[in-house]
């Protein structure tokens, strides 16, 4: 609920691989279908359409994922009213190496069968087709403001974070990525309206083993462009509950 996006904006979620920027947007997919009534095209490029759907099951439901499986056939009724919701607003599209003009061609496919689509999600940037060269993804993501604004949706574009930035600091201190640290060229981050940036402060090679195991479900949130915060904040610590799959906001204890 901090960033508000409206139709014709971009936003870019950015996370180092291993960082659950997957499972972050699984959390937003079922807060837009389901909390907002919002029709959503998914176009998941790393993860074939039944892994997805048992990501957001496990937390639909809040079990481990590695027991939907189990869960499905125990109830089957159940899964089928779950899925049968989130059909009704979120559209996958599991296919390698589209461009943006060839997802622009799956919201007008929708639109002439008179579903409107509100939300194009994207995982991630650096799996579209002809993106491997900084001219390609200058061009590419220029574009990507053109594909919000012609097609009248939000965007919301996943991008790996720069592997070589995830490290320590010159002082000790553990990275907190910026902008910068977008994989690739700076025009994705210019493009956008909204940038988001996670990352997992368990990956700090500086804590001790004890210090890892304590932060091991912690994930960092952090705003770094916004055209408006809502309630000011601009930093969140959030923690993963693997016996709920959820993600959820965290404040430690004094």
Same mark, same amino acid.
């Given at each position: 609920e901090t960033m508000q996006f409206s139709r014709k904006q971009v936003v870019v979620l950015g996370a180092y691989s291993f960082s659950g920027?997957?499972?972050m947007l699984a959390e937003w997919i079922l807060w837009w279908c389901i909390q907002c009534n919002k029709k959503v095209l998914f176009f998941s490029m790393e993860m074939p359409t039944e892994d997805i759907i048992k990501v957001l099951i496990s937390k639909v439901v809040q079990i481990p994922q590695h027991t939907v499986p189990t869960y499905i056939?125990?109830?089957?009724?159940?899964?089928?009213?779950?899925?049968?919701?989130?059909?009704?607003? *979120?559209?996958?599209v599991d296919k390698n190496s589209l461009t943006? #003009?060839?997802? =622009?061609?799956?919201?007008?496919?929708l639109k002439s069968r008179?579903?409107?689509i509100d939300i194009v999600a994207v995982d991630y940037f650096q799996y579209l087709r002809n993106v491997n060269t900084i001219e390609q993804q200058d061009a590419t993501a220029r574009q990507m403001k053109a594909f919000a604004k012609e097609i009248d949706v939000t965007l919301v574009m996943l991008s790996q974070l720069r592997k070589s930035s995830q490290s320590s600091e010159a002082n000790g201190r553990f990275h907190e990525p910026t902008q910068?640290? *977008?994989?690739?060229?700076?025009?994705?981050?210019?493009?956008? #309206?909204?940038? =988001?940036l996670i990352w997992r402060p368990a990956l700090n090679g500086n804590l001790s083993p004890i210090e890892k195991e304590e932060k091991k479900y912690i994930t960092m949130f952090k705003i770094t462009k916004a055209r408006e915060v809502r309630n000011g904040n601009t930093v969140f610590q959030l923690k993963y509950d693997p016996e709920t799959s959820r993600l959820s906001e965290y404040v430690e204890e004094l």
């Open positions: 920027k997957t499972s056939r125990q109830h089957p009724e159940t899964y089928q009213l779950i899925l049968d919701k989130l059909q009704k607003n *979120l559209f996958i943006l #003009d060839e997802m =622009a061609d799956y919201v007008k496919l008179d579903i409107m910068a640290d *977008l994989m690739g060229s700076g025009a994705i981050g210019n493009s956008a #309206d909204f940038i =988001a």
